[in-house]
T-cell receptor
């Protein structure tokens, strides 16, 4: 069965700092997705990565995909408080499987 | 364009009862997936429907069932409720066909509390 692992699971950052969240998955896939969830809310799509080497950027977030290594990264640049949320990576087609999530807290 | 709509948003049931949750996908989306989210187990895939057919099923007992109607709306049912069924149930829809990226669009969820 497809396994999706994220690390770290908890991340506390100072504003202005950089950090990377990692997502590993166990079977071959050329697609990977990143979602954001705010407390008490649903999931919001952040990035859709559709091929090896894909890189997407939105504001202070940048996601990349290495299908050969079965690894995706979500890089946070100069973190701000508004980025505090839980971030999930997900892999799959019609049965998408999610990682456990990384709970990010950005402190002033 | 309306998003994914789930009803009810909140409900409280007692053990042994059953519950039906409803999901209306984004117009034009024909695939509907259901997920259970709990603090302990995270986001777990329940099942996925396309054109009224269940294409994929997660590792849940038979008490969890679903269906999809010809207008792509979907329902899921949980019978003989247990305390452990307390969770946020999320529905997501996606576009199928040549333009499909597989991106899921989620509803706000139905929060079920079993007492």
């Amino acid at each position: 069965e497809l396994k999706v692992e994220q690390n770290p699971l908890f991340l506390s950052m100072q504003e202005g700092k950089n950090y990377t969240i990692y997502c590993n998955y166990s079977t071959t896939s050329d697609r990977l997705y990143w979602y954001r969830q705010d407390p008490g809310k649903s999931l919001e799509s952040l990035f859709v990565l559709l091929s090896n080497g894909a890189v997407k950027q939105e504001g202070r977030l940048m996601a990349s995909l290495d299908t050969k290594a079965r690894l995706s990264t979500l890089h946070i640049t100069a973190a701000v408080h508004d980025l505090s949320a839980t971030y999930f990576c997900a892999v799959g087609n019609n049965d998408m499987r999610f990682g456990a999530g990384t709970r990010l807290t950005v402190k002033p | 364009k309306a998003g994914v709509t789930q009803t009810p948003r909140y409900l409280i049931k007692t053990r042994g009862q059953q519950v039906t949750l409803s999901c209306s996908p984004i117009s034009g989306h024909r695939s509907v997936s259901w997920y259970q989210q709990t603090p302990g187990q995270g986001l777990q895939f329940l099942f996925e429907y396309f054109s009224e057919t269940q294409r994929n099923k997660g590792n849940f007992p038979g008490r969890f069932s679903g269906r999809q109607f010809s207008n792509s709306r979907s329902e899921m049912n949980v019978s003989t409720l247990e305390l452990g069924d307390s969770a946020l149930y999320l529905c997501a829809s996606t576009l199928q066909g040549a333009m499909n990226t597989g991106e899921l669009f989620f509803g706000e969820g139905s929060r079920l509390t079993v007492l």
